[in-house]
């Protein structure tokens, strides 16, 4: 049943990613490029994405999930270095090379091999990611 | 022009209900770097089936429907040193932020999580700067 849901889900992911267009790098680059030709089809995208979402949100309360006994619980308020650090990084490589992580997947079908490339490097960079943030957080974070 | 602004709020519509089917099935939520990174480093061992399977959906979906497009390009570099680079800093950053797009974003914002809605703030100024920086002054992508 889980199964189940996971692969609608990602089905639903898979094809709004790519009939959105945020597969093409050339159209998220065109959001992030504020002072050449912008393109805004990211904000319709992101719009709406949020729509069903808040409705989902708002209809969780006092209401469980199909296969688990409750809905992930609100993180704290904490805006910490952590998330800081990791967004101005993600940004920079998201602005260089027009993709995040739900679209490098989306796209690799088709692409063509520097989208493997991309993947295959963001892999090792997820791999790292548990050093890079001991050796920088570790003093400021060390239950995680 | 504006018919694309319609294709990106339709496949936004499907994204948003794919994160709600997550939700409402599983309790998860939706955010591609978490699903797949806790792949990477182990600590989505208990769940990987579902993880997995999410993934190949999403990597299965496109593949089968683009045929039905034409003229589809995805405008990716050519240049692989760009491409190593943002990789490595798209990996390591979403997994040290704890999210990306679809996490911090999507599931977040529609929430009002005050994290969520920081960390997009902060990705999409960075990237403009990147996209400011690597476009219009050092012109390499």
Known sequence: ????????????????????????????????????????????????????????????????????????????????????????????????????????????GYGGVMHWVFFVAMLVGMGLAPYVRAALFERAMPAE | MQSEWLWGLGGGLLIGLGAAMLLWGNGKIMGASGLLGGLVDGSGRSDWAERAVFLIATFATPLVIYPLFNEVDTHISSNWLVLVVAGLLVGIGTRIANGCTSGHGVCGISRFSLRGIVATLIYIAAGGASVLVFRHMLEVI
Request: aromatic letters at 14%; proline letters at 8%.
């Open chain 1, 1 to 108: 049943m889980r199964l189940l849901f996971s692969a609608l889900a990602g089905t639903l992911f898979g094809a709004g990613l790519f009939i959105s267009g945020m597969t093409d790098t050339a159209k998220v680059q065109g959001w992030l490029d504020i002072f050449g030709d912008w393109d805004p089809t990211l904000a319709f995208v992101m719009g709406g994405a949020i729509i069903p979402m808040f409705f989902a949100w708002r209809l969780t309360e006092g209401r469980r999930p199909v296969t688990q006994a409750f809905f992930p619980p609100k993180p704290p308020v904490e805006i910490d270095r952590r998330l800081a650090f990791g967004s101005v990084l993600f940004g920079m490589g998201w602005g260089l090379s027009g993709l995040c992580p739900g679209p490098a997947v989306a796209s690799l």
